[in-house]
């Protein structure tokens, strides 16, 4: 009992399970049934090896009924046989054979959507707003056979009043050219679009965490601290794994950063398939970047480049760093010479924590556009407005510039995008130790990859540093006494400690000796945890603060000491680094490793 919305639900889910999951679309259909109350069910042959998530089938289910709200139109062809197999090979047919006898295809088209045989009889609405809605009803997956069944309800929509077509007559009558091969290529070659464990992120504006939790690259923000677990399952990402930790030491051969032990390197997304990939002796490049807004750079802005010259030294890989002056001027009240003034300022500072000149590369946006622009070309190809909005939270006030942005972030994930530094290889794979408030980026970016034809980046992503002031946002580079600046004197750093450093510790000494410092909100504690790098000594103090034993006053002493150090070491490696070691880390040059 076949109705026209029966068939068309039928292609247009078929079309989505191809678009998502990324099979080839000729020779895959093995059934479809329609049943009474607007049940379809359709069975293909995939390529996946286990069931789909149900993230993909959320996907499937949204870009189905994505198209149904298109009202794209519905078109008919009647074709050759031997001149469709010619140009098209097999893709329109479905798993059974067509007679031999049959010369003529009646073919049905959605553009760049569906292309399919069907039954010239067969009777199709004639776009496909003919269905308000789709919903899934079952999923079931062989894995033997690598068979999916889908079955879903639709709701027609009679308020519409679509025209139905009989195939083969609306094929004789239809007078548009037929499709090129050009524009059925992308269904035979799609490969789906990674929502395995790249989860849809919520736009920016949801509440998704802690309390009224919002996390996106230009805002933290959140009640009462943010919540990295839920996070990590929001993003879709992995926790780092004691496993993969474990795994991580065996091949390095040494300790990892007290900072992944710590846990705060806490998330990855692939970083377990690097190290298989360089287990087996292929070599990663890492890319890490900064977003030059200010002169001064506080302790916060450290940290992700100390990591990333401890991956640079474990793994002895070459490295890029993006300095994005054009964000800055997009995003901030600022002229634009100046974001790329800064951006030079800030690259001394980068370069003082001792990255090897021979294997690191380090470029302004404006400066090296032209190298990066068939990459961002290519991405921005790949990822529609919607898409752009839904990750970002991009407004209709939003300038333009902003829009187009993220492409250029996502390009130097690839190799293609350095074709001097990292001598034309075409597809290294990529590593980008980030804060996890960049992962939107990188979701993007490693959707598009699979249909690029390359790898998709790896990532390992640290949680916030927090403010002076408490746990709950970032610091910020404007309000000077959240945060300790790399230009800050030693009697500054004393200062702002015992001033304005938020404590955990009792009221009076007595309660403090009786019931101790609550660890998780004292920010004394905190900044030990990330500048402490002696584990035992930090063990102790947790254990002797947290008991009462040390008193607030003590553990900011030890605070005190520890970046007074740091802050002055800093201050003399980077008085240290010329203008011509600045211009020999952005000159454009063949970088050095071994392979
Ligand atoms: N957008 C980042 C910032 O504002 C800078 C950046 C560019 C970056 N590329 C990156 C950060 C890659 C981490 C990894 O700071």
Redesign the pocket.
Known sequence: MATPCGSLAINILKGALVKVIGFPTGRSTIGMKQSEGNKVRLTVKTTLTSKPNDATIAKVMEIANEKCKAAVPVQFFNIQRDEAEALYGECMYDKFQVPAEIKTLTVLYIDGYNFNCVRPDAEYPRNTSAISEMTLKKVKFQTSKQQLEVQVVYTPNTSANVPVVNALKSASENTNAKPTKEAIEPLITSTGMDTSNDAPPAPSTEKKGGKNQIVT?WMVSSDDGVDYNKLIKDYGSQPLSDELIQRMEKIIGQPVHPWIRRGIYFSHRDLNVMLDMYEKGTKFYL?????PSSEALHLGHLL?FMFTKWLQDVFKCPLVI?L?DD?KFLWKDLALDECHRLGYENSKDIIAMGFDMKKTFIFSDLNYIQHLYPTVLEIQKRVTFNQARGIFGFTDSDNIGKQAFPAI?AA?SFSRAFKIPLKGLANMPCL?P??ID?DPYFRMTRDVAPRMKLHKPALIHCKFFPALQGQNTKMSASAVNTAVYCTDTAKQIKKKINKHAFSGGQDTMEKQRELGANLEVDIPYQWLRFFLMDDDRLKEIGEKYSSGEMLTGEVKKELIGVLQALVKNHQEKRAAVTDEIVQEFHKVRELEWEA
Not at 287 to 291: A, K, L, N, P, S
Request: hydrophobic share 10%; proline share 19%.
């Open positions: 690259p890319y890490t970047g900064r977003g992700p993006q994005t964000e972030q130097p980008i980030c804060a960049q």
